[in-house]
């Protein structure tokens, strides 16, 4: 092959016009391919749910209905006890109650198995009971009327016979779940109670117990008959388990006229 200057010269040219055409041909190309960039599609925000949020804030004074609700000290509140979302562990369908006696909590079912979970207070020793129930009627701020048989172990409850008004001090509290049987009322009652350090505790006459502000959340959440499994634990043993003595003693004496049956 020849290495004359004349040659080189040639190949040198020749480099520089292919070099030159390739790039107008890259050039071309790249003029007629355009990269879309596709925006992110914007994040929504899942709907506030009160089941969440801060301790102090869920259980702050508050005007409810008219009355005045005072607040729940939540330093003295143990933190199991508090309102909160957990992993579902009855494996009940969504809408289910579920009481567990042994561990004082109530668990309101949801989709994606998930639960609310409340602190409750229970039956004291004599008035425990487990079984089934449905809530089929609800009421806020229910008159409490005791029954007869705990006026006669009570006397100094006679003069609420026909009625105890309802307010922050009445033994139902803010909100009243009434608990059905075959189409028969149980005359066991979720409700709210003025007693909040009574919550983990047995200290009730049979029904469960609620902070106020807790039973005002399950209220708004239980629109339609709810099925309710009081159970001793959530064992499989448990979970199989009938209804036992009931010894527990109704702490009303019937549903109000102007109750909301559920449907």
Same mark, same amino acid.
């Given at each position: ?14 480099? &520089? ?26 994040? =929504?925000?899942?709907?506030? %749910?009160?089941?969440?949020? %801060? ?6 004074? +508050? ?35 579920? =009481? %567990?006696?042994? *561990?004082? &909590?109530?668990?309101?079912?949801? %989709?994606?198995? !998930?639960? @609310?979970?409340?602190?409750?207070s229970l039956g004291k020793a004599g008035f425990? #009971? ?10 806020? #701020?229910?008159? #409490? ?8 172990? +009570? ?40 007693? #909040?350090?009574? @919550? ?14 807790? @039973? @005002?959340?399950?209220?708004?959440? =239980? ?5 309710? &499994? =009081? +159970? ?6 448990? !979970? ?19 109750? *909301?049956?559920?449907?």
């Open positions: 092959m020849s290495d004359s200057p004349l040659f080189s010269e040639r190949l040198d040219r020749r480099a &520089f016009l292919g070099a030159s055409a390739f790039g107008a041909v890259s050039m071309a190309l790249s003029a007629c391919t355009t990269t879309e960039v596709v925006a992110p599609p914007p994040v =929504v925000a899942a709907p506030p %749910d009160t089941a969440f949020g %801060d301790t102090a804030t869920m259980y702050a004074a +508050r005007t409810d209905e008219g009355y005045q609700l005072p607040a729940i000290p939540v330093a003295k509140l143990d933190p199991k006890f508090v309102r909160q979302i957990v992993a579902d562990p009855t494996g009940e369908k969504p809408g289910t109650i579920v =009481v %567990d006696v042994s *561990e004082h &909590f109530l668990y309101l079912v949801r %989709d994606g198995g !998930k639960a @609310i979970r409340y602190g409750v425990g #009971w487990t079984g089934s129930a449905v809530v089929q009627a609800r009421k806020k #701020w229910p008159v #409490w009327t005791p029954p007869p048989e705990m006026i006669q172990r +009570r006397p100094e409850l006679a003069k609420f016979k026909d009625g105890m008004p309802p307010g922050p001090q009445s033994p139902l509290g803010a909100r009243a779940l009434y608990l059905f049987r075959d189409g028969k009322d149980t005359m066991y009652r979720l409700h709210g109670t003025p007693e #909040w350090d009574s @919550i983990g505790k047995n200290a009730s006459s049979g029904c469960v117990r609620f902070m106020n502000q807790d @039973i @005002i959340d399950l209220y708004s959440r =239980v629109n339609g008959p709810a099925q309710v &499994f =009081v +159970r001793p634990n959530l064992s499989a043993a448990g !979970k199989i388990m009938a209804v036992s003595s009931r010894t527990a003693e109704p702490i009303d004496a019937g549903v109000p006229k102007d109750a *909301e049956f559920l449907k």
